[in-house]
């Protein structure tokens, strides 16, 4: 094994966004099985040292193999197209007019209905994006635009995480 490969090459996977889940567990707890440090207790230092840094390195591409967002983002860097996410927070007006009414709904809420009703909602459209990366890099292939994708979802994701933590507060 190489410490170089991409995470799509460790898992033996074709660099793209679909993933068979089942099948990267499986090969995860077999990497993990293979490279773990116990099983380099007795060898040398340098054998125990290979061993840990293979294992954090199966655990780092897995992490991000698993996730949707992680996978797409990796796949965007792999191609030339960096999230940016920092510096590059355009997106289309519809997109923002949504989130600025989301934002207003959560505002207004006015009781845990209210708010698992909306958190019913951001989990349809969190689905639709999925598909909607899904075939923007296996199916088109465009990386700028899986990019923008992306940094839509994170907002996304964001807000599902606000409405959960109101959810959360509700509940105590």
Known sequence: MNLQSNDFEIFGLSPQFAVDRAALDARWKALQREAHPDRFATADAQAQRQAMQWSVRINEAYQRLKDPLKRAGYLCEMNGAPIQAEDNTAMPAAFLMQQMQWREDLDDASGIEDLERMAEDVSTSRRAMLQELQTTADERRDWPALAQQVRALMFV??????????IDMLGQ
């Open 157 to 166: 994701e964001r807000f599902a995480s606000d409405v959960e933590n109101r």
